[in-house]
C-alpha cells in the first residue's frame, strides 16, 4: 500500500496556532498539564485552537457493519449545508473510506498550505477522508492502533477547518480505535447518532455502541432505523425485507430518542454510486423527505432556542 505524504512542511517548531489570546482561562489548552513535554503541549494546543472554532461535532456511530452509517453521515452534513450552516465532513474509516465515492470525489488531491492540510470542497462542505490519501482505491491499509489515532489526530489537528457549526464524523463499524480516537482526542463531542437496521442481528451489536457512548460521556442523540421495509416503486406495497421495528425497540429499551426509519430506496444507491447526495439530488422524493424530518428532528431545536445536542439523553 502506498500513501500518500501528508506531513506539513510548517510542521516543525511550535505551531502557530497557539490559543495565546483565548479569554476562557478553563480551555484543556491554556496550561500546561504536569509532566508535559513541550511538544506535546503544542500538539494539543494546536489540536484545541482547530476544535474551538468548531461549534457541534457530532459523530455517526453503529456497531454493526453495512447499515449505512456513511449514507447518514453524508445525507445529514449536505442537508445542514443546504440550510446555510458552515459543514464538515470528516470520514474516520481508515480501512474502508466510502465519503470520496458517495460524493463524487475519488480522483482529489489533498494539499498543504501555510496553515495545514487543506480538506476537499463539495458546494460549501469541506471534506477529509483517507480516501484522498490512496495512490490507488485498491490499496489497502494495513495498520495498527497506534497510527490510525496518529491520522485521526492529524484530520482533526492538521486540516484547516476553520469556523464551523458542525463537524460530521462518520465512523466504521464497531466500538474500537477509530471512534475511541474520535472521542478522546476531542473530548467534548455533541453527541452521536446511531445507525441500525431492522433485523436481531444488527440491534444486538448496535446496542454496544450506546454502551460505548455512555462509559465516554458521549450523549447519545438518537437512534435511525435504515432499510426499514422496501416499498414497491409500482403498487407502494412496503415489504419487510429485513423484519421491522428493531430500532424502536432498542430506543424504547435503552431509554433513547427514536429518530425515525428510512426506507429501502433504489435512488440512494444511485445516488450513492454516482457521487451525489440523495437528500439534495432526489429532495422530492418520499425517503428524502423522512430523511429531512429525521436531520430537523435532530438540529431544529436550535430555530427556537435550544439546541437539540443539549437535551440528548447519556
Known amino acids: 500500500m502506498a500513501i500518500k505524504d501528508i506531513s506539513s512542511p510548517h510542521d516543525s517548531g511550535p ?19 504536569e509532566n508535559e513535554s513541550d511538544a506535546d503541549f503544542q500538539s494539543r494546543r494546536k489540536l484545541q485552537s482547530r476544535l474551538c472554532r468548531i461549534r457541534h461535532k457530532i459523530i455517526v456511530l453503529s456497531g454493526k457493519g453495512g447499515v449505512g452509517k456513511s449514507t447518514v453521515a453524508v445525507n445529514l452534513a449536505t442537508a445542514l449545508m443546504m440550510t446555510g ?15 470520496p465515492t458517495m460524493l463524487g470525489l475519488e480522483h482529489e488531491i489533498i494539499r498543504n498550505s501555510s496553515d495545514g492540510l487543506l480538506p476537499i470542497q463539495r458546494g460549501d462542505m469541506k471534506v477529509m477522508s483517507m480516501g484522498f490519501l490512496l495512490r490507488s482505491q485498491d490499496d489497502a491499509v ?41 472521542c478522546k482526542l476531542i473530548g467534548s463531542l455533541d453527541g452521536a ?14 446496542r454496544k455502541s450506546i454502551t460505548f457512548c455512555r462509559k465516554l460521556k458521549v450523549p447519545v442523540l438518537g437512534v435511525v432505523e435504515n432499510m426499514s421495509g422496501f416499498v414497491c416503486p409500482n403498487c407502494g406495497e412496503i415489504t419487510q425485507i429485513l423484519g421491522s421495528g428493531g430500532g424502536k425497540q432498542i430506543a424504547t429499551d ?54 437539540v445536542m443539549q437535551k440528548a439523553t447519556n
Not at 489526530?153 to 474520535?182: A, C, H, N, R
Not at 447518532?193 to 448496535?206: C, M, R
Not at 450513492?272 to 422524493?285: M, R, S, V
Open 254 to 307: 435503552m431509554g433513547i430518542p427514536f429518530l425515525g426509519a428510512v426506507p429501502m430506496d433504489p435512488k440512494i444507491t444511485e445516488a450513492c454510486d454516482t457521487g451525489y447526495a440523495f437528500i439534495k439530488q432526489y429532495a422530492e422524493t418520499p425517503t428524502a423527505k423522512i430523511m429531512s424530518s429525521i436531520i430537523q428532528t435532530l438540529v431544529g431545536m436550535e430555530t427556537v432556542g435550544t439546541p
Open 142 to 182: 494495513i495498520w495498527r492502533g497506534p497510527m490510525k489515532m496518529g491520522v485521526i489526530k492529524q484530520f482533526l489537528g492538521d486540516v484547516v477547518w476553520g469556523d464551523m457549526d458542525y463537524l460530521i464524523i462518520d465512523s466504521p463499524p464497531g466500538t474500537g480505535d477509530e471512534p475511541l480516537s474520535v
Open 15 to 33: 505551531s502557530k496556532l497557539r490559543c495565546d489570546t483565548c479569554k476562557d482561562k478553563t480551555c484543556s489548552a491554556a496550561a500546561r498539564r
Open 85 to 99: 450552516k458552515r459543514v464538515g465532513l470528516l470520514d474516520v474509516d481508515i480501512h474502508g473510506p466510502s465519503i
Open 193 to 206: 447518532v446511531i445507525v441500525t437496521t431492522p433485523q436481531k442481528v444488527s440491534a444486538v451489536d448496535v
